[in-house]
């Protein structure tokens, strides 16, 4: 696959394939990104972002737990600490922040990579949310909770059966 494979042209500068690789995957894949294109043609960067985090999650996170530490983790690349919020209230954890393009604009280019502002807010139950803690380290924030000594004994292993 080549460069030309990877940009969604449109209009009339889209490239008919030869007949000699013509593969009907790559030729419905096309259609299908200039079809949502032209749907989402009308939105600006952001106005458009708040749907696309909603829908597909940006950051994506990582949660894990143990029977002390309910731990989250988020991928962050090209980001620093100081361009992200934590946040916990009411029993949910706020991660919010913006992420700036690193070209202004001048010339013409492609890309594929996420700019703009986005919040993430992941539901918490049982945890001790005044001894949380947060680190960063290589465009991963990585966020500590400890399970609270009331959610610890809430938890009742059930025995699985075998037929």
């Known amino acids: 696959m080549g460069f030309r494979d990877l940009i969604p042209w449109s209009g009339k500068q889209e490239l008919a394939p030869a007949r000699d690789n013509f593969d009907p995957f ?17 939105f600006g960067p952001t106005s458009l972002s708040p749907l696309m985090e909603g829908r597909f ?22 980001l620093s600490e100081k361009d992200v ?3 916990i209230a009411n029993g949910v954890l706020t991660l919010r922040g913006e ?13 594929e990579r996420y700019y ?9 139950e049982g945890v001790e949310e005044d ?5 960063f380290k290589n465009g991963v924030l990585t966020v500590s909770l400890p399970k609270s ?7 009742k292993r059930i025995a699985i059966n075998t037929h």
Not at 99 to 109: D, I, V
Not at 116 to 124: S, V
Request: proline share 4%.
């Open 26 to 42: 790559l030729t419905l894949h096309r259609e299908m990104n200039r079809l949502f294109d032209d749907v989402f043609r009308g």
């Open 116 to 124: 703009g502002a986005f919040e993430r807010q992941i539901p918490l």
């Open 85 to 87: 919020q934590v946040e």
């Open 99 to 111: 992420k700036k393009a690193e070209r202004n604009g001048e010339g013409r280019y492609f890309t």
């Open 131 to 135: 001894k949380a803690e947060a680190s």
């Open 57 to 78: 999650g940006w950051p994506k996170v990582e949660l894990s737990e143990t029977d002390k530490t309910l731990t989250v983790s988020a991928e962050l690349p090209g």
């Open 149 to 155: 000594e009331k959610a610890r004994e809430g938890v």
